[in-house]
Structures are given as C-alpha cells and as structure tokens.
C-alpha cells in the first residue's frame, strides 16, 4: 500500500501539476489515499436544501431526527456520498472516457456537521479493452469520518485510457460483485427508531407495507436543469472533472452535467409518494443511462423491487428502482423491446431506503 | 382538527403522490398540519446574503444585533416568512389560479440558527366563484418553533380550481380582515433596545423623525434576474410551486419567479436609503402586480405611509409601501390613471419596520 | 477623523440615498468607517466551495488545520478580503472609473467563523488627473474583527469622477509604496507549524524547495463563467457596484464580473501544481488586465518570483505571479513584445503564499 502511493508520489514529482491517472498507473491491489479530507458545514445542508427540492423531514429538521433516534441531526446521506465519491475523482476518473457503473454501497453511519471524510480506493479489477487503448478499473472507495469510522463504501468501475496503446495489457482480473445488498447487511444506523413515528411532520401516511413488489409511482414533478446550479453542486463536492465546468472540454461546448446531480434531483423528486423513505440504505447498483445538460427538464418514478423488514424498531425497508427521465414519462417505461434504455431514461439506480413499518 | 388532517390523509392513502387540494377539498374551520418542519442554519442566512443585496447590519452583524438587545443573532425576518410560507403550499397553493394577497402579518418573535420551525393554516374563509371552475380561499397561516411559540401569523387568500365544476358551492364565508397592523399591535422583539444604536455601523443617519409621511425614496439600484438565482432561492424555502422550476409548466416556456423573491430583492434594494429600516415588523398587504422573469431588471422604491413610536426603548416604526418595479421609474408612479398599477409595477408591499426613533 | 466621517454623515443626510462619493469628497487624512459589520459563518465556506473549486486542504478540513496549529480552522483568507473590501466599495469606489492597482496587502491573522469583520479606510492619496474630470484616490484599508485585532490590510488607488469638473483640484499627495511586501514582514499565523504537514492528504507532495524563481505552472483547468455565480459571490460580499448586477448600468448590456471573482478561481485553479500553498499571507501588488464576463472560459498559469524562510517551524514562503487568462495559454506569455498584456490575459497578481518547507 505505502509503495503503490510512493509510486504515485514519485510520478508526480516529475512535474507539478496533476494529469491524472491512465490506465497503466492501476495494479491489483493498489491502495490510493486521496486528498483533501472535507469537514462537513450547516453550509452544505443548507446549500443542498437550495440546489435539490428535497423535503425528506429527517434531514430538514433537527427535532424530528432527533424523535427517531438521530441526534445531532445528520445530513442527506447523497451529501457525504458526493463528497467522499468526488475526492476520487482526481486520482481515479480523471481520464475516463466512461463511468461504467456502481455496486455494494453501502451507508454504514451518518453524517453529521463537523465530521472530516477522507476517501482512499483499493483496485479490484483491471481488464484491458480488446482495442488496446482503453481498460476498465475496478475499485472499492471507503470513506471514513475524523475517527476513522467507515461511513461509507462502494464499487465503481470506470473506462480509463491507456497511456500508451503499446504497453502490454495487465492480467485481467473482475471482482465478483453483488447484485443486491441483501436486507440483512443494510447498516442501520444506530439508535434509529421508527416506532413514534411522526407522520403528519413527514407529509404522508405511507409504510412499508403500503407499497407492493412491482408498483410504480410517477413522482409528477419536474426541474429544469441550469448551467450554474449543476455547477455548483458539483463545485462542492470537489468533484474536478473538467466535462462539468468548461464548455471548451467537449467538442460540442455543453457543460456536462455530473451524474450524481441527476441522483439527487431524481431521490429529491421521489419525495412525492415516497416520503417517509428517510434514508438511503444501500446503492445496489445503478447506470447514467444518457446525458444530461443545461435545458433538459427532469423527471422522475420509482418501481418497487422489494420490502423488507430490519432489525431496527419500527424500521422498514423498500428496495426501489429510482428512474430519472428527460421529459415526464407517465407510462414509466424503463425499457423497449430491444432491451435498451427507452428514449429520455437518465438514470436506472437501485437503492435501498429505509421507511416505517 | 384531527377529523379535517385525517380526512386529508384518508384522500391520500388512494395514490401515493400528492395532487394537492382542490376547491372542494377545503372547507371553513379546518386545519392542516404542513408537512416537513425545517430548521434554520447558518447556511440559510449566508445563501440569503448571495441571493440578496442585503446590507442591514442586523442581520448581518451578531455583534450589531447583541448591541441592539438581540443575542442570538436573528436571521432575517423573510427568511423566516419564506420558510414558513413554502411549508402551506403543497396543501393550500398546489392547484392555485392565483395569489390574491396577504394581510395581518406579524413577526411575533424572532427565528436564529438552530430554531425549528413549522406551519399550520385554518380555513377561514370560502367563496365560490360565479364561473363555477374556481373559488376563493382563505387561509389563517400560523408558523410555530420548536418551542411551540407563535414566530409568524399572517392570512393570505388564494384562488383555487374545483376539482369538478359540477360540485355543490359551499357556503360563502368571507373573513373580515385588517387593512393594516395597528401600530399598538405590532409585536417588538423582547429585549430590543435601539437607544444607543449605532449609525456608523448600520450606514445611514437616518431616525424616524427625518421621514416624513408621503415621501417618496427611489432605492436607486436594480438588479437583473437570472433563472438559477430564483430557483435557488425558492427551493431553498422547499416552495413546491411547479411553475417556479420547470419550463414545461407554463405554456410561455418561462419560469415564473416566486413572488417571494421579488420582495426579498425589494426589501435589500431599499437598504439604499432605509438602512435603519433593520427589522419587518408586519405585513399590512401586498399584491404581486405582474409577473417577474429571467432578464427582468428589478428596481425599488417606497413611500411613507405613517410614523410611529413604540413602547421599546429608542425604537420607532415606519409604515411603508414598498414597490418593485421592472425597470426604474425616477418618478415612482404607483398607478395609472385608470386606478390600476402602472406598467412595470411588480410588486405593491404595505410593511412596518422598525427603525431607532 | 470624527470630523471626516460628521461631514460625509452630514451630506448624505440632504437625501436619503447613498449616491457615493466624488472626487471633491475626498481630503487626504480622512477616515471613513465603512458600514455594515459582517459575521462570518460556516455558509460562507460552503458557499466559497460552491462557487470556486478550491481544494486546498487547510481551508477545507478543520482536522488539517489543526494539525498545522490552526484552531478553530480558518475560512480561506479571500472570504475576508472580499468581506472586508466590499465594505469599502459604497464610500469609495461607487463613483470609480477604474480600480488601478493595489498594493502592499498583508493578512494578519485568520479570520474564522463567528468573527464579525470591520473595515475602515484612509485616504493617502489624491491626484487631480490633466482632464479636470477624474482624479485618482488612494487609500488604505484596514480590515478589524470584533476584538478589534488588524485581520487584513490594504491600499488601493482608484479613479473616480468628479461632481464638478469646474471644481479645484486638491494638493497632489502620491504616497510611497512598496513594490512587494519584504518576506520578513509577512505575517505568519501565531501557531503555524508546518513540521509534520500531511502531504497526501494536502495532494502534491512540492515544497518550497521544489519550486525554483522563473519556473512557471499551467494549472491546466478551465472554467466557464456564468452571470447567476459571480452574481452570488459579490452579493455574498456585500458589494453593491452595480455594473456586477444590473445588465441597465453598461452600454453593452453586460454584467462585469467582479475583479475579485476572478482572484479566487484563479488561486482555486492554481491548486492543480500549488496544492501546498495553504495559506495567502499578502498581496504585492495587482492588476485587472481586461474585463470578464459569462460565457468566458478561466484559466491561470504562475510563476515562481521568490522562493523564502519564515520563522514559523517548517513553514516556507513563495512569492508568485498569478495569471488568470480567458483561453489556455499553453505557452503562458504575460505580456507582448510591446510590453502590453498578451491578448487573453485577465489578471496579473503578484502574492505570497505559505508553503512547507
């Protein structure tokens, strides 16, 4: 582990600024400390609050955290996700012509004002493309809070670009990975307690049992995206690809819009006709099915996969497809009948959250 | 009470969204609890200082406001208002036509960092109108904290469409409402002393005595809307109104600003020669004249309306009809002569401030 | 001093607003005490992370800024120079044709939340330029917090019209400034050690000893200006020039952005090859090569001036020519053959930063 970072260290040194890393740069079992830990402020709830239409009540208000267990209050588990997959990026995904998808996130403890994440990857997996000049990078990404708590980890894996089509192709190595996290190693997070639960504080009636395998829920509402506000969401969580902020970094001059801003907007929409889905449990896996950019007006429905219980008192769980679409798609059409994505399908992420029971 | 929110929940239950509420859903003595209690942060009040040109030293400074008697500093009274405001408009606003005004608004105590607030309404008043499609309702707004004392009261009435034209008319309830907050009754923040106030600090030399009734202030400055800066604001309030956001919901393709906004930007342009004007006391009425847009440059001015003392030591108070405009009117005509508002009147405001005396 | 500050109460109390100062307001040995106190809060570093992709590690981990000695862990000391500079912008430079240069900025010590920032300015200087129409103003500025400790200080010279070209001109004063502020009259922060600084977490692993005088850093990223983001950041500084807000206030129907805007993107860029440089202890001396607007794409490039000791343990100093360009300039030319600035050249800053040693 301290040779691989030496390794990079050593590399930088030859010149001052950071390129990225190509493909060549990544071995099995590799470990990478990334920069910048980041302390949480009332600033990024705040902000949050202001860049997505979130109105989940436990991350609103401190009182009603606190009458389920949670105090102090945390922030949106999709804050400390965004900072802590954003300080990656440098290291990681710099030189990535695709991020290819995600596995086994799981959320392990809250996130609250005053906690540091720090980010370090460990390489799973590495396959060289068939046309030599790209390979996939397999990673495990563990945040971890000022005590060095886990908070969270995840799989990611992304298409880098080689260095140089001529260098030999590393052994190929895929990590096995888990479709589903099963309910039973959801992290729940201590002391949370359903059982007093305020209903008419978080807007509906809805449980766990309300909802049936199968269901769809069109979440009605719509945003339209700006350039300024994708921007500085993706701004705050340090999230340093240059497709986000430059218009002269794509041969179309549009401002890519961050993929995980879709995420937010997409489980900030759900609240209507999911609203007692407090917290994100688990990421099962989940695909950016097409571009966003500045103009498009976002949308979003669920479909319920599963329920199930926990241990915790009072706690339910849903396990949902959260689809986020260009244009309102009333029919919820996920795919056609070639099996591709439908026309104007985003998103396609597959969370688990935790609800009343 | 309980046997109107549990109606409200039972209609619900059927879909898992929530349409909002009609004409008919409404009726005279009802209350609604409004979901999602909100507390305020330190972020509210810096995202409050970038979208508004805000400079009362108040509101600013927390050394200004202990100076004053006020300690913990207080966020700015419209944060507040905006905050409670946004929690009625999923239930009483959703399916509105219009906003028709407010009236009997009070700020009964200061909100800070920390504090929780939420919002309840009464239905107090019902009129169907003559074209059997709308009606009118009014609504008793109370905003609460955590400690269950009263921050906010305010009516606002609001023009709403049935659900079905063929349904019976209610009985016509009209509520009889104060034109204006009598000076007796305007609630002064306890502890608020401006007898050794300090004008430096606040920037103007400005008492209540050097008003006089029927002067006019032209605000001077103006500045220009953009999309992202309105939506910010209003999602940060968690104000759910679709045509704020989404280009799809209009058939102009714009977003239309949240009124809300304008009367922030207008309040923060008349620091500009009311910069001791440091708390809004009450709002007496207020009517969005015309609607605002991205690209509209937004100006303001006001008129004195009446000068009064108050039982506070060293503290005054100004009634003032604040107006906004697109575009600078130098000679601030309110209207025509035709009695309606003159062309780029946005915004006609009758507020009391506070001011040292 | 109080008869300076009586005087402009005085002239300002004939009307309500504040229509700023003109030259023939101006009398060398004035002190003007700006208005509006401002606390600095947790919301002000969100929103700085917000609108610039700073990464640097001090100002963004409260874990590493105690492990260096800070704590409570300062906001990035351009929070409090735009605080504290926009104060002065309402008496000084309402009325300004140009902001010509500043010199001579020293940062005195960090500025962290809760602090509530002063400032009050100097007139040093007054020249009546040749055309009888403008003369220049220099001042110095001086930034307190609320225990009255010097956070920040500063001169700067501005062109400013005059009311009356008939009026007298004034006795030249030109005061004597330095070319750069001499190493051992930087301002260390009390408690900086750098001896066992955290290179990974920082991101490079550069000391002072790795930069070399003449060698010159392309920060290699780009970011494409928008109105909504330099709008909230000079609002956020409680600075009122209207060319910032009002697309009515220039013939070109642009909003400039704000000169200091384009100081922080430059030192947030300038983090891709000076991660290390933690802190900004001074500002030598600067220009505003060429106006920037919204859709312009901002680059910076340094180069090394100096390279110094400090007393503090491990801690170095460099001093560095900051350019922020519109385009890249790969070859990073400052200025022509005719010894003008290179086409595309925005800023030209000349600072000391801290680094390890």
Redesign the interface.
């Known amino acids: 582990m301290m040779g691989a970072?030496s390794t990079l260290?050593l590399r930088?040194?030859m010149s001052?600024?950071?390129?990225g890393n190509f493909f060549e740069d990544f071995t099995v079992g590799q470990v990478i400390?990334h920069?910048?830990?980041?302390?949480v402020?009332?600033?990024?709830?705040?902000?949050y609050?202001?860049?997505?239409?979130s109105?989940?009540?436990l991350s609103?208000?401190?009182?009603?955290a606190a009458a389920v267990g949670l105090s102090p209050?945390p922030v949106d588990e999709l804050i400390a996700f965004h900072i802590a997959f954003g300080k990656t990026v440098?290291d990681i995904s710099l030189n990535a012509v695709a991020n290819l998808g995600y596995a086994e996130c799981r959320f392990h403890r809250p996130v609250t004002?005053?906690d540091?994440i720090?980010t370090r990857s460990e390489v799973i997996g590495l396959k060289q493309n068939s046309n030599g000049r790209t390979g996939v990078v397999h990673v495990r990404s563990t945040a971890t809070n000022?005590r060095d708590d886990v908070v969270i980890d995840w799989v990611r894996w992304v298409m880098v670009n080689k260095r140089d089509a001529g260098s030999p192709a590393p052994e190929t190595v895929v990590p096995e990975l888990s479709a589903v996290v099963a309910p039973e190693d959801l992290v729940i997070p201590e002391g949370l307690d359903f059982s007093a639960y305020d209903?008419?504080?978080?807007?509906?009636?809805?449980r766990a049992g309300?909802y049936t395998v199968g269901?769809k829920?069109?979440?009605?509402?719509?945003?339209?995206l700006?350039?300024?506000?994708h921007?500085?969401?993706t701004?705050?969580w340090?999230n340093?690809a240059?497709v986000h902020?430059?218009?002269?970094?794509r041969p179309d001059g549009n401002?890519l819009v961050y993929g995980g801003h879709i995420i937010s907007l997409a489980r900030a929409l759900s609240f209507?006709?999911?609203?007692n889905a407090q917290l994100v449990a688990a990421i099962n896996g989940g695909s950016h099915a097409a571009p966003a950019f500045a103009?498009d007006?976002v949308y979003a429905w669920s479909e319920v996969l599963d329920v199930a219980d926990t241990a915790a008192p009072g706690v339910g769980a849903l396990r949902l497809r959260l689809v986020a679409t260009k244009?309102?798609d009333e029919a919820m059409v996920l795919r056609g009948d070639d099996g591709k994505y439908a026309a104007g399908v985003l998103l396609d992420l597959d969370v688990w959250v935790l609800v009343p029971r």
Do not use: C, W
């Open positions: 970072a260290r930088r040194r001052k600024t950071n390129a400390e920069a910048t830990p980041r302390t402020t009332e600033g990024d709830r705040a902000l609050g202001a860049l997505y239409p109105r989940f009540a609103s208000s401190a009182e009603f209050a440098p004002t005053g540091t720090r000022q209903h008419v504080a978080a807007g509906e009636p809805h309300d269901e829920i069109d979440h009605v509402d719509g945003v339209t700006t350039d300024a506000e921007m500085l969401a701004r705050l340090q340093t240059k902020f430059n218009t002269e970094a401002r209507n006709g999911l609203a103009g007006t244009g309102r």
